[in-house]
Structures are given as C-alpha cells and as structure tokens.
C-alpha cells in the first residue's frame, strides 16, 4: 500500500515550487528534487517542501522540469516510484512513448508569472487557470482520476485533450501569442528611440497584450525547439492574417474591418467562464465496460462538446467487468454531455448536486 498524502515535486523553479506550496497547503507531505540540489534546499527554507530527495513511497510525482529534461526525468520517476507520474510541460510529443505507461499522465497547467524561480512560487498560482492533462487508451482511469482530483483541488479547472492535439492547441493559446507580444514589445522598443515618448504613451491596452512578454526566457528555447513544427505552422497562419488585415486597412474597406472586428469582440466575449457556486453543478453517472481507453474517450469527448469537468470518480463493480464514472459538471451544460455520451453508445444519467 502507497503511503496516502505523499507527494514528489522534481523541479524547483516557478511552477514546481507552486505545486509543492499547493500540496503542502492542503495536507500533503512534500518531497522535493532539482538537478541543482541548492535550489531544492531553498524550497525547502521557502515552504515549498518538506523535505529534498525523491520519495519512493509518494502516491504521486509532478515533474516540473524544462521540456527537454521531461522524458528522462518522468522514465527514472516512474522506476523508481510507486504511485502516479504526471509532468507540467508544455509539449507533449516527446512524451507520447512514455504514455503507453498506465501509471503516467501527461500534464501541462496554463499558468505562469512574470516573476522568476522558486522565489516567485506561491500556492494560488493555479486557482482560476486551465491545466490541461491528456490521457490515452493505456492511461490507467485510475491514475487520471487521481491527478485530476489534486490538481482540481488547486483550483485549476481540468481539460482532456489527445496528446497528438495537445501541441498544436498550445501553439495557437500560448506559445504564438508569447512570441507575438515579445515582438511587439521589442518593435515598440526599438522606435522609442525614434520617438522619446513613446513608452510614455502604452496605455492599458499594449501592457495587457505585451504583459507576457516579462515572463523568463529561459524556458522559450526549448519549448520552441520541441514544438518548432506546430508554432511555425501558426505563425505562418498569423503573418497571412496579419497581411489580410494589412491589405483591408489600406483599401480602407470600412465593411470588412468592422466585420472582423466584431468577428474577434464575440469570440472573446465567448470565451469560457467557470462556475462559482456548487448550486450549478450537476452529477452526470455513465456505466463503461472495463476496456482500455475509455476514460480518455469521455473526457475528450467532454473537452470537444466544451463541457467542462470540475470532478471524477470511478465507481469499481466487484460483480462485473463495468464501473461507473461520476462526473461533475455545469449544469447548464449537463444535457449537452448526455446527448453526446448518447450519441457513442453510452446510458448517461443525471441529477443536480444538493
């Protein structure tokens, strides 16, 4: 039996740090490790862990490492430990053999700061944010449950994505958009020595657009070496709209511009918003047979109908090779995951949270 609440964190920067403050705040027991044993001494002094090393006994382990170290460190996690193995990275094609892993889930919270290493780490860092977590047909229904019951517990909201789709997604939210605001800002920089008062005038929103850009650049070379494929793919769909854009605004076609223009306003007034109050949740029960890769076909298949899922349990029967998996969601979206889960085969049911 796995020690319960023991958890290792390997990788003492921003985002392990904040892991480590986030399990220790809600009773886990911490264990932290980092290529530079100083750093993880220094989690320690900071809160952020109980102690450094790698547990053996830890019911799970977040590798919280830059991309390039992932695999190596996520393959000695999973020989060298006994529970789950989930990673934070934001790439996930170098992780795809490793999958085949029933103990591990690939992860990769979208959240970050423009302060730098374990200095900057604080444990509401993931209250409120997406972390994405992308299950396949091997991955153990048990160990995704689990990661995703902690790491809801944060206060992140929980997205299943495929893996294969994982790293053109993230180029088109997260690392395109990093890469524009550092242009734009390094562009306005450059003609502020033409124009002294340039800065003075960036107004609300230039900081808002270009706030990313303060984030450490330490972490962008790899992350654009091991994702060069999707990130050029999406800059070469950006530069073309930005010459679509280019060539409305010298026609001055006054139609077109408003029509994109408002095009852009509704898909961002669109964008998806959590819930608050428990009252709005609704339980929805499936029965699956015990086969591989059914979890990973329902939460996808959430993520597809854009049904956000807040909580999961699995129901094991011990008279048959079904279980039941519990499911909590919006209840304004309650009816859209039954017809879906419907429409493939499944007898969903469902009733309000009291």
């Known amino acids: 039996m796995m020690e319960p609440k023991r958890a290792n964190v390997v990788g003492a920067g921003l985002v392990g740090g904040s892991i480590g403050m986030a399990l220790r705040s809600r009773g886990w027991h911490v264990s932290g490790r980092d290529l530079e044993p100083g750093r993880s001494r220094r989690g320690v002094d900071l809160g952020a862990f109980d102690a450094t090393g790698l547990d053996p006994a830890a019911s799970v382990t977040f590798v919280a490492a830059p991309v390039s170290a992932i695999p190596a460190l996520v ?139 303060a984030g450490h650049p330490g972490i962008w070379p790899d992350i654009c070496a091991e994702n060069r494929a999707s990130i050029v793919g999406e800059l070469d769909r950006l530069i073309s709209a930005l010459h679509e854009m280019r060539d409305v605004v010298d026609r001055s076609d006054r139609d077109e511009l408003m029509k994109s223009l408002e095009e852009a306003r509704q898909a961002r007034l669109n964008l998806p918003a959590r819930f608050t109050h428990a009252d709005e949740l609704s339980e929805v029960r499936v029965t699956i047979p015990d086969r591989k890769g059914e979890l990973a076909r329902i939460t996808t298949l959430a993520t597809d109908l854009d049904v956000s899922i807040f909580d999961i349990e699995i129901a094991h029967s011990a008279e048959g090779p079904e279980g039941v998996l519990i499911l909590t969601v919006d209840r304004a979206m309650a009816e859209r995951l039954l017809g879906g889960l419907m429409a493939n085969g499944y007898r969903p049911s469902s009733r309000p949270l009291e």
């Open 75 to 213: 393959t000695e996690a999973l020989a060298t430990t006994a529970g789950w193995v989930t990673d934070v990275g934001s790439v996930k094609a170098p992780m795809l053999a490793l999958m085949t892993d029933a103990r591990y889930v690939g992860g990769h919270p979208m959240a970050g700061s423009e302060l730098e290493g374990i200095e900057g780490s604080h444990a509401e860092l993931f209250e409120g944010r997406t972390w994405v977590l992308t299950p396949v047909a091997e991955t153990s229904p048990d160990a995704y449950a689990a990661v995703q019951s902690i790491v809801s517990s944060f206060g992140a909201e929980v997205v299943a994505v495929p893996p294969d789709h994982h790293d053109t997604m993230v180029a088109v939210v997260s690392h395109v958009p990093h890469l524009t605001a550092a242009t734009l800002m390094r562009l306005a920089d450059q003609r502020s020595g033409e124009h002294r008062a340039l800065l003075r005038l960036a107004a609300g929103g230039f900081r808002d657009m270009t706030r990313i850009a």
